[in-house]
């Protein structure tokens, strides 16, 4: 069974490894979080006022709020101050630029059930992100912006990390998705995304980290999770970001792959933290194949990628505690 790690003294390599095999890791001694926090904050106290953003759902009708967030959620993404913040964190925790490669940060929203939960705002069902042709390298690194509480956070399925579950990845092709991607903020009452997810999965345990601001949680893309249907009544914003580790990804080292069948890759959306240079193309072919001749590679990233992919069709721009759930007990793990 995984384990769950709290600021593990422990060398990035080591680190990395530990989520491979499984383990959950949070860590809650970066500065870097907290300028991140409060600049996300500040950014949605501007775009929701006068409303309080927890309560904007209250207010805002999800037809509207879906186009405020198609218009947000990209500058945000691209501007440069998030990209900076995402490089401080990451060097921070003691990964290494030269070698560590990482995607544009995502802000999350999560409104109650009966409001925004499809498009730009969609709820994830049971799935693993390399259902999404991620690489088996990839790590995730997730943080709330305001509180967050056990009824609107992520539920993992630890157990089922590296054992094949009934899922629906066979039909994902990564390429054909970025171009589903385009009408993403126009998806209000029904979801028009391929969205690959586990097969009427139910865990026996299910484990909820519940991080306060400041605090970040990593953990490996092949992790079994899923987004927790809103009963808080109150809307949940987090910021996510993926790495990768160069040095791994060419030794074809990483988390294990039980149950994936999609097609395409992700690789191509991840840049240098040193430098924002891009993967060679010759070599993201020699470990994931060549694609098709229409394939549309990449959607979005750091506007360095301009230039960089001439052969591109097109790029689009547009204190922590832990509650553990199973069938008749819960257990709250808080960290030290």
């Known amino acids: 069974m995984p384990s769950i790690l709290t600021d593990p003294q422990i060398p990035a390599e080591d680190l990395r490894q530990r989520l491979y095999s499984g383990d959950l890791i949070i860590l809650t001694r970066l500065g870097a979080l907290a300028e991140f926090v409060q600049y996300t904050r500040d950014e949605l106290l501007a775009l929701f006022a006068p409303y309080d953003p927890e309560h904007v759902h209250e207010h805002?009708?999800?037809?509207?709020?879906?186009?405020?967030?198609?218009?947000?959620?990209?500058?945000?993404?691209?501007?440069l101050r998030s990209r900076d913040l995402v490089r401080a964190v990451i060097t921070e925790a003691g990964f290494e630029a030269e070698y560590t490669h990482y995607d544009v940060p995502k802000p999350r929203t999560s409104f109650p059930v009966g409001h925004l939960t499809t498009g730009i705002a969609f709820a994830f069902p049971w799935h693993r992100d390399v259902w999404y042709s991620a690489p088996a390298q990839q790590i995730n690194?997730?943080?709330?912006?305001?509180?967050?509480?056990?009824?609107?956070?992520?539920?993992?399925?630890?157990?089922?990390?590296?054992?094949?579950?009934?899922?629906?990845s066979g039909g994902f092709d990564y390429y054909a998705n970025n171009a589903h991607r385009l009408n993403t903020a126009k998806s209000v009452g029904k979801e028009s995304q391929s969205r690959p997810g586990a097969t009427d999965h139910v865990p026996d345990l299910e484990v909820i980290p519940v991080p306060a601001p400041g605090h970040l949680l990593l953990f490996s893309g092949t992790q079994l999770h899923k987004s927790i249907p809103n009963t808080s009544g109150l809307a949940r914003y987090s910021i996510d970001f993926r790495t990768v580790d160069t040095r791994d990804m060419r030794a074809a080292h990483g988390a294990p792959q039980a149950d994936v069948y999609c097609t395409g890759t992700a690789i191509r959306d991840f840049v240098s933290v040193?430098?924002?240079?891009?993967?060679?193309?010759?070599?993201?072919?020699?470990?994931?194949?060549?694609?098709?001749?229409?394939?549309?590679?990449?959607?979005?990233?750091?506007?360095?990628?301009?230039?960089?992919?001439?052969?591109?069709?097109?790029?689009?721009?547009?204190?922590?505690?832990?509650?553990?759930?199973?069938?008749?007990?819960?257990?709250n793990f808080h960290p030290q």
């Open 274 to 331: 040193k430098d924002e240079s891009v993967f060679d193309e010759n070599l993201v072919r020699s470990l994931y194949g060549a694609p098709p001749d229409d394939a549309m590679l990449v959607f979005g990233g750091p506007t360095s990628l301009f230039g960089q992919f001439p052969h591109l069709r097109q790029v689009n721009l547009i204190a922590m505690s832990c509650v553990i759930h199973s069938t008749d007990r819960s257990i």
């Open 60 to 79: 805002i009708e999800p037809a509207e709020m879906a186009k405020i967030l198609g218009v947000w959620k990209p500058r945000w993404i691209h501007a």
């Open 141 to 168: 690194w997730w943080m709330p912006v305001f509180p967050v509480l056990e009824t609107n956070a992520m539920s993992f399925d630890l157990a089922s990390f590296a054992r094949a579950v009934p899922n629906t």
